[in-house]
């Protein structure tokens, strides 16, 4: 289970956090490390020194330019938060965290990812908003943000509280195949495309209306099955509309 739990980390500045990052992960025995766009050099002296042991998983770790390639094939992708943000996503706790991931990781196939953001800035909306929860550290309102490597030393402790509960409980049957992060964001893009053509969506005036259509999508948890018939209902839509606009044409016409 845990080696299905991929750590991705976006835009770390600091090499000593990659680092961090990695004993913190290797402590608790995960080892799927992702960089997305890292604005500093992976390997080096600072994030060896502070690896402590763990540098193989900094050397391992995957090097992608964005967060889709990053999490592409993953079922549930969760992001770290440290602040809450202006459209509220579906929030849960380090904990419920841990105990969601037998039931997530049920199947040998499926892998899940946490997201973590860049040391001054934290996660973009957009970035946020691709997730299917968001989980916060609850910690001091005053203050708080951790250290990059602290938070993900959090969660991946809970990870492995988890797993160490998970081996004396029985497992539990895996369900039918969720829909994975790049089949999400093709029917995005497909739902997007639909609701322009049939003039219900105007991207110049776009009132979040995609952001809540992801956020009421992904709290569903789609079946790949599921997303496979949305997506003959939009094509079917798209075909409609097409007819439509060349019947209007053609009256014009005449
Ligand atoms: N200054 C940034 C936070 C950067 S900390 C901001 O205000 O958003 C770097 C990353 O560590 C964050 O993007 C987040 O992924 C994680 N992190 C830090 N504190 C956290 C907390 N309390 N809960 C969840 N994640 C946290």
């Not at 600072?46 to 993953?74: K, P, W, Y």
């Not at 219900?200 to 992801?214: C, E, I, S, Y």
Request: aromatic share 4%; charged share 25%.
């Amino acid at each position: 289970m845990l080696d299905r739990i991929r750590i991705v980390l976006i835009g770390t500045s600091h090499p000593g956090n990659i680092g961090g990052a990695a004993r913190a992960m290797h402590n608790m025995g995960l080892s799927d490390l992702a960089l997305v766009a890292p604005r500093c050099t992976a390997v080096t002296a600072d994030s060896v020194s502070r690896a402590s042991g763990a540098d193989h998983l900094v050397n391992g770790a995957r090097a992608v330019e964005t967060l889709e390639q990053a999490v592409a094939d993953c079922t549930l992708v969760v992001g770290a938060s440290a602040r809450s943000r202006t459209l509220p996503w579906p929030m849960i706790t380090p904990r419920e965290l841990g105990a969601r991931l037998p039931k997530e990781l049920a199947d040998d196939a499926t892998r899940i990812a946490l997201v973590f953001g860049r040391e001054d800035s934290g996660l973009t909306n957009a970035e946020l908003q691709r997730c299917h929860a968001h989980v916060h550290i609850p910690t001091n309102p005053d203050f708080s943000s951790l250290n990059l490597a602290a938070a993900v030393q959090v969660l991946a402790y809970e990870c492995r509280l988890a797993w160490l509960a998970e081996q004396e409980a029985p497992s539990e049957e895996p369900g039918q195949p969720l829909a994975a992060h790049e089949e999400l964001e093709h029917y995005f893009a497909h739902l997007e495309r639909t609701l322009v053509a049939i003039g219900f969506h105007d991207p110049a005036m776009p009132r979040q209306l995609m952001a809540r259509l992801r956020r009421f999508t992904l709290r569903a948890r789609p079946e790949r099955m599921e997303l496979n018939i949305l997506r003959g209902i939009l094509s079917d839509t798209e075909k409609l509309a097409a007819e439509r606009d060349s019947d209007m044409g053609r009256h014009r016409k005449e």
